[in-house]
């Protein structure tokens, strides 16, 4: 974890989340709040017992549930040592403390940790009474915890967009996308079909089918924006079992629509050849990527092309 | 191929640092025409093309592209680098050519991702 105060833009990008929930957990939601402690008069011996029993390395020493002091394994040991099991944990224990606040957020325990070799930090209230114990076992199972309920609301919402349909009880449930697409707008062109690639692999459509109506609603789209004379509309009807696209604008019409839909036939300009547009192969493509295709075109009401996909078709 | 492999082999510069990189790339695929790609471009594949605009970026995304290359030595405007690192799209520049790439690549042991078309089953 870093110890740096201030995020730029830039390296604000490449936070973490886990550093992101360093921010954003509460020492006092992490804490061990059932705590054993000892009193100052406690002996070296009966803080032994202590340890066994719990199976702990070190706790607070508190009077009257104020804190004033911390005893470690560490400490016990200096007293064995010393030949000293007989006295009070009063005269080994730490009284220089460290403490941190149930308001503080983990990452100035983390700090802590980080600066010092102490392996628990006793947390107090105002009133310098004991409330908890960190350790950085518990701020690991709070990560964790956190992180774990992160992916479960996550799922849930994937869970909830991939069987929008099965939750929704009705004799046909469609779900519409509607597009205006503009004459000439390159800037944009592509962006509808991407769109519509992404709700289907949200709605739980699987990769092959969302590219390939990716792509027949692309070709579509860059027609609308090449050949029409004011742009026209994409309609994309998602339902359960099959996908209806179509694509529909007022004009000029197709001339020769046979001609039109021979690969590699192309009434594009050399300006529209140069965007990387015009190779003829549009229409081509989008037969090749739909199950079923029509296209009315006249001169008096514009250009309609129907496409439709099936879901449940073998190799869909 | 590994990625990083791919863009060493054809003296490549990645201008989208900060996006993901993904861990390999399927094989490769040449053009400039957008609906030559989306004709007949397998998924995974990187893409060397000599077109540099936005709809690059669009095309590639219909067509789950992992890599972007532009040749010729072809600078992406930031349109293309803004809507590649809002997609998440790695892109790369090279200042070889699309068939001096492609050779490289393919020597190297990188496989077509182009699927042969057939257009004409009645001929």
């Excluded at chain 2, 390999?24 to 093309?49: R, Y």
């Amino acid at each position: 974890m870093s110890d740096q105060a201030t995020v730029s833009d830039k390296n604000a990008g490449m936070i973490t989340r886990v550093e992101e929930l360093g921010y954003e957990l509460k020492i006092g939601q992490v804490m061990t709040t059932k705590v054993v402690t000892l009193s100052p008069e406690t002996t070296i011996l009966e803080a032994l017992d202590v340890f066994k029993q719990h199976r702990i390395s070190g706790t607070p020493v508190t009077v009257e549930g104020e804190l004033v002091g911390i005893i470690s394994t560490e400490d016990l040991i200096r007293a064995l040592r010393d030949g000293r099991i007989d006295r009070s944990v009063s005269t080994y224990m730490t009284k220089d403390l460290i403490t941190v606040k149930a308001t503080d957020y983990i990452v100035e325990a983390l700090k802590v940790f980080a600066k010092t070799k102490v392996g628990r930090l006793p947390v107090v209230n105002e009133n310098n009474k004991l409330i908890g114990l960190i350790t950085k076992g518990d701020i690991t199972n709070g990560l964790l915890t956190a992180l774990q309920r992160d992916y479960q609301a996550e799922e849930i919402i994937r869970y909830r967009a991939s069987h929008l349909f099965e939750d929704i009880e009705s004799d046909r449930t469609s779900l519409i996308l509607r597009y205006r697409i503009i004459k000439d707008d390159f800037v944009h062109g592509g962006a509808a079909s991407n769109n519509i690639k992404r709700a289907l692999l949200r709605l739980g459509a699987n990769r092959q089918i969302a590219r390939k109506c990716g792509i027949a609603v692309y070709e579509s789209e860059m027609n609308l924006i090449i050949h029409t004379n004011n742009g026209g509309f994409l309609r994309v009807e998602i339902e359960p079992h099959k996908i209806t696209i179509e694509a529909y604008d007022d004009g000029p019409g197709i001339d020769d629509v046979e001609k039109a839909l021979t690969p590699g036939y192309s009434t594009a300009t050399e300006e529209i050849r140069d965007k990387g547009f015009g190779a003829g192969m549009g229409l081509v493509n989008i037969r090749s990527c739909v199950d079923e295709m029509s296209l009315k075109s006249s001169k008096e009401s514009g250009t309609n092309l129907f496409m439709t996909m099936y879901l449940d078709k073998p190799g869909n | 191929m590994k990625f990083l492999d791919v863009i060493a082999i054809c003296e490549g510069t990645l201008v989208t640092p900060d996006v993901d990189q993904v861990p390999e790339i399927k094989g490769g695929f040449a053009g400039d025409l957008m609906s030559d790609v989306l004709a007949s471009i397998q998924s995974e594949a990187v893409l060397i093309t000599g077109l540099c605009n936005p709809q690059v970026v669009r095309t590639a995304l219909i067509a789950d592209v992992r890599l972007i290359i532009f040749a010729r030595g072809k600078k992406p405007g930031n349109d293309i680098l803004h809507l590649a690192k809002e997609e998440n799209l790695p892109v790369a520049t090279s200042h070889l050519g699309l068939y001096e790439i492609s050779g490289r690549l393919s020597q190297a042991g990188l496989p077509s991702c182009e699927v042969e078309l057939n257009l004409f089953p009645n001929d």
